[in-house]
């Protein structure tokens, strides 16, 4: 009797053992499914001091659009791009590249999750005749500092930018 109530407590232990410990889900790490954002935006610069007056007569920056072609990148740590990211791995850098279009505006398609993701924007230095008077032009060099935007998936983020 002794050997029944033995083998009959080890035949439940083992079979409590077997259903606890195999949980599918445990091993798996819930990943955010990959879609993508957009981040745009119109480029200014002061390329014409003469027409730096309002309606008034008052003095008024007037921002013309940069030159066509100016490039911008945007650049991400990937570890941005993963839900929970693993201390133990090394993320790579992402990079994204486009151009300021005719009418001044620069559009990435960006990789984007369900948490914010941090993206650098940078652009391009760009040299211009800028026009100090009727008759007076002077070359300018034109730098503006990187700028950050965050994305969640499927969200539009507009970032304009004045260069100095």
Do not use: H
């Amino acid at each position: 009797m002794k050997k029944n109530i033995f083998t009959i407590a080890l035949l439940s232990l083992s079979v409590l053992l077997i259903f606890t410990n195999c949980d599918k889900d445990d091993d798996e790490v819930a990943s955010d499914p990959m879609t993508t954002a957009t981040i745009k935006g119109l480029v200014e610069a002061n390329l014409n001091l003469t027409n730096d007056t309002n309606d008034a007569g008052l003095p008024e920056t007037q921002w013309e659009i940069a030159p066509a072609g100016t490039k911008v990148i945007a650049v991400i740590n990937s570890a941005f791009l993963v839900t929970n990211p693993d201390p133990a791995v090394t993320y790579q850098f992402l990079t994204y590249e486009t151009t300021v279009d005719a009418n001044g505006m620069y559009t990435f398609t960006v990789d984007a999750i369900t948490k914010s993701a941090n993206y650098t924007l940078k652009f391009d230095d760009f040299e211009y005749d800028q026009k100090l008077s009727a008759t007076v032009v002077e070359r300018k060099v034109y730098t503006v500092a990187d700028q950050a935007a965050s994305v969640v998936k499927n969200e539009t983020v507009i970032q304009d930018v004045i260069y100095n």
